[in-house]
C-alpha cells in the first residue's frame, strides 16, 4: 500500500510577500504570453524558478538553483523547521454558479513503479520526453510542484476539516480561494498517514512528474533518501471534492474525399445542431442527447451512439470516439480544453474537425481505478489545478 510521509515544506515567507502575485499555474499550462505576464507581476514568482530563463552566462537549469538558493538564503523562502503535513483547500464555482471545494494533504509519496505497492495512473499517456523536468530535478533538488493523486479510502476528504484559521490563504486571478494549514499534531499525522496506507492511489494529474521522479530516482541510486518520495497533493476519490471537465479533440489530416458524417455513421446517429453561434448552449444539447458532438465550420452535429457498436466498451465517451476513429483513416489527433477554444480552432483552419467530449464522472473514474484499467488519453481535466508555490520540497 502506498506510504506518504510528512515533509518539512519550504513556503514563502507570507509577512513579506503576497501569494496571489508570487504563485502560478503548472508549468504545463502556461504559455509564453501568460509567463510573461506571471514573471512580470514579482520577482519572485515561482515561474522564474519553475518555466526559468537564461541569465547572467548561467543556464536555465543553473539559474533556476541559483534563485532558489537565492531566494532562501534572502529569507525569501523559509524552511519548516520539523517535518509536516500540509492541508491545502481550494473553495471555486463551477460553470452554473454552484460553490465547490477541493481539499487535499500535500505530502511525500513513495516513488513506486505504477501498478506497484498501490500508486496506478488513472489513465494511459502521451508520449511525453524526460529531459526537461530531469533536468529541473538535477539542478534544483526539489519538487517544485506536487503530482496529484486520488485515494481510494472513504472519508479521508474529513480529515481535512481542520479547526482555526489557515497559516496562509489567497485568491487568485480567476477567483479560486486557496487556503493552507500546516498539520504538525502526531495523531493527526498517525491518521493521515494511515488513511492514505488503507487504499491505492490513483495519479490524476502529474503523471509526467511522476515517471520523471522515478527516473531521477533510478540515476541517484540512493535507496532510502528524500529522492525515494515525491511531493503529492491526496484528495480523495469522492464526487464531492472533485470538478471534471472534459479534454477535447482536434482531428486533422484527414483525407478531404472523406465525408466524415457519412464514415462514423455505423458508429453514431448524427444530427444537425445549428450554426457555431450556438456553442454556449452545446454541452447542455450534449447532456440532454446523450451525444458527443462534431464541430464544422458550417456548424455542430450531435453524434449519439449506437449502443451495439460499443457492446463491452467502457462507457466513456473518448473510448469511443477512440474506437470510432479508426474508420476515417489516416489522420493527426490533439487535444483542446473548452468549447470555445475548439471553436476558434476550427474557424481559424477549416480543415480541422473538432469533437466536443461529456467529462467522465467520479464514478466512471473510481469504477476504472478499481478495476485496474486505464482510461484513454487525456480523458480527464482537473479544476481548478494546485497553485505551484504553494509549497516545495527539497531533495537534498
Known amino acids: 500500500m502506498p506510504r506518504f510521509e510528512p515533509f518539512p515544506g519550504v513556503l514563502y515567507d507570507i509577512d513579506r510577500l503576497d501569494l496571489a502575485e508570487v504563485t502560478a499555474p503548472p508549468y504545463d499550462v502556461i504559455d509564453d504570453a501568460e509567463r510573461e505576464i506571471l514573471g512580470e507581476r514579482s520577482p519572485w514568482n515561482v515561474v522564474h524558478i519553475d518555466l526559468p530563463a537564461e541569465a547572467e552566462g548561467r543556464d536555465r537549469y543553473e539559474n533556476a538553483c541559483f534563485l532558489l538558493h537565492r531566494w532562501l538564503d534572502e529569507g525569501v523562502l523559509l524552511t519548516d523547521d520539523e517535518p509536516a503535513f500540509y ?5 471555486y464555482h463551477d460553470e452554473a454558479g454552484h460553490a465547490l471545494q477541493t481539499a487535499g494533504v500535500i505530502g511525500a509519496l513513495e516513488l513506486s513503479e505504477p501498478g506497484t505497492k498501490g500508486v496506478f495512473p488513472h489513465e494511459q499517456t502521451t508520449p511525453k520526453a524526460h529531459s526537461d523536468r530531469l533536468e529541473m530535478l538535477r539542478s534544483c533538488r526539489a519538487n517544485l510542484s506536487a503530482v496529484w493523486g486520488l485515494s481510494l479510502t472513504g472519508g479521508f476528504g474529513a480529515l481535512c476539516e481542520l ?9 487568485d486571478d480567476d477567483g479560486v480561494h486557496h487556503r493552507l494549514y500546516r498539520v504538525r499534531e502526531p495523531g493527526v499525522i498517525a491518521a493521515i ?9 490513483v495519479i490524476a494529474d502529474g503523471h509526467h512528474r511522476y515517471s520523471t521522479s522515478l527516473a531521477y530516482k533510478a540515476e541517484r541510486g540512493e535507496p532510502g533518501g528524500a529522492p525515494d518520495f515525491v511531493m503529492a497533493l491526496i484528495v480523495e476519490l469522492a464526487p464531492e471534492q472533485l470538478h471534471v471537465l472534459p479534454i477535447h479533440r482536434l482531428l486533422s489530416g484527414i483525407d478531404p474525399g472523406i465525408d466524415v458524417l457519412d464514415v462514423l455513421a ?14 454556449s ?41 477512440e474506437a470510432a476513429r479508426g474508420a476515417l483513416g489516416p489522420h493527426e489527433i490533439a487535444y483542446q480544453h473548452g468549447v470555445a477554444n475548439v471553436v476558434d480552432r476550427v474557424r481559424a483552419n477549416p480543415e480541422v474537425i473538432g469533437v466536443l467530449l461529456r467529462p467522465a464522472t467520479v464514478d466512471q473514474i473510481a469504477a476504472t481505478a478499481h478495476a485496474g484499467k486505464l482510461m484513454p488519453p487525456k480523458t480527464t481535466f482537473f479544476a481548478p489545478k494546485p497553485k505551484t508555490g504553494t509549497v516545495f ?3 537534498d
Open 87 to 91: 492541508v491545502y483547500r481550494m473553495g
Open 393 to 395: 520540497r527539497l531533495l
Open 266 to 279: 455505423p458508429w453514431f446517429e448524427a444530427f444537425d445542431a445549428g450554426p457555431l453561434d450556438g456553442a
Open 193 to 201: 498517514r494511515d488513511a492514505v496506507a488503507a487504499s491505492p492511489v
Open 163 to 171: 479547526p482555526g484559521p489557515p497559516d496562509a490563504r489567497w485568491t
Open 281 to 321: 448552449t452545446i454541452t447542455t444539447r450534449m447532456a440532454d442527447a446523450g451525444a458527443l458532438a462534431l464541430v464544422r465550420p458550417e456548424g455542430f452535429w450531435l453524434l449519439r451512439p449506437r449502443a451495439r457498436m460499443f457492446d463491452g466498451l467502457d462507457d466513456l465517451d473518448s473510448s469511443r470516439l
